[in-house]
T-cell receptor, first 109, second 115 residues
Framework: GIQVEQSPPDLILQEGANSTLRCNFS?????LQWFHQNPWGQLINLFY?????KQNGRLSATTVATERYSLLYISSSQTTDSGVYFC???????????WGAGTKLIIKP | NAGVTQTPKFRILKIGQSMTLQCTQD?????MYWYRQDPGMGLKLIYY???????DKGEVPNGYNVSRSTTEDFPLRLELAAPSQTSVYFC??????????????FGPGTRLTVL
């Protein structure tokens, strides 16, 4: 089955810093989603991005499907950005999401 | 739109007890999913449904049952709860038309502890 690897596993930054999170996947995928899981456990949809680049405020994402990776950029980090960021790709067989292990981001004030 | 709603938010069960986790979506999505998330991990698929009356197993179905009698509701049943079922359970939904996949939307989760 498809393997999804995220890096780095942990990231600690000062408020205001920029960061890049990476997601590699082992096979071609139809679609990919990025999520933020906040410290209260809520899953927040960030991007639905099978290919190309999207931006939403301080966040942007790029997926290069032919090279099997996606990047999530966070600029001017705020403490509310803390949490775990998950990348998940879609399995063709039943459209289930295959999840990476996540990147735990801590933003210090 | 309320999106995907789940009840209860928290529950503590004793070993061997049973319970049903409720999930409802108001987006007229045809696909619905149940995932579990263990501490420090990503989510794993338990069961999914492609429409009313049709369900299928995911990666970790043992110890669970589902039904889908309506488009809106997709309850997850735990029979004979075990400590290994202590986890956070997420319900999700999406709309597929032909082979066109659309993003999945998630409920707030149910935190279950089995003692």
């Amino acid at each position: 089955g498809i393997q999804v690897e995220q890096s780095p596993p942990d990231l600690i930054l000062q408020e205001g810093a920029n960061s890049t999170l990476r997601c590699n996947f082992s096979d071609s995928v139809n679609n990919l989603q990025w999520f933020h899981q906040n410290p209260w456990g809520q899953l927040i949809n960030l991007f639905y991005i099978p290919s190309g680049t999207k931006q939403n405020g301080r966040l942007s994402a790029t997926t290069v499907a032919t090279e099997r990776y996606s990047l999530l950029y966070i600029s001017s980090s705020q403490t509310t950005d803390s949490g775990v960021y998950f990348c998940a790709v879609v399995s063709d067989s039943n459209y289930q999401l295959i999840w990476g292990a996540g990147t735990k981001l801590i933003i210090k004030p | 739109n309320a999106g995907v709603t789940q009840t209860p938010k928290f529950r503590i069960l004793k070993i061997g007890q049973s319970m049903t986790l409720q999930c409802t979506q108001d987006m007229n999505h045809n696909y619905m999913y149940w995932y579990r998330q263990d501490p420090g991990m990503g989510l794993k698929l338990i069961y999914y449904s492609v429409g009313a009356g049709i369900t299928d197993k995911g990666e970790v179905p043992n110890g669970y049952n589902v039904s889908r009698s309506t488009t809106e509701d997709f309850p997850l049943r735990l029979e004979l709860a075990a400590p290994s079922q202590t986890s956070v359970y997420f319900c999700a939904s999406s709309y597929l038309s032909g082979s066109a996949y659309n993003e999945q939307f998630f409920g707030p989760g149910t935190r279950l502890t089995v003692l």
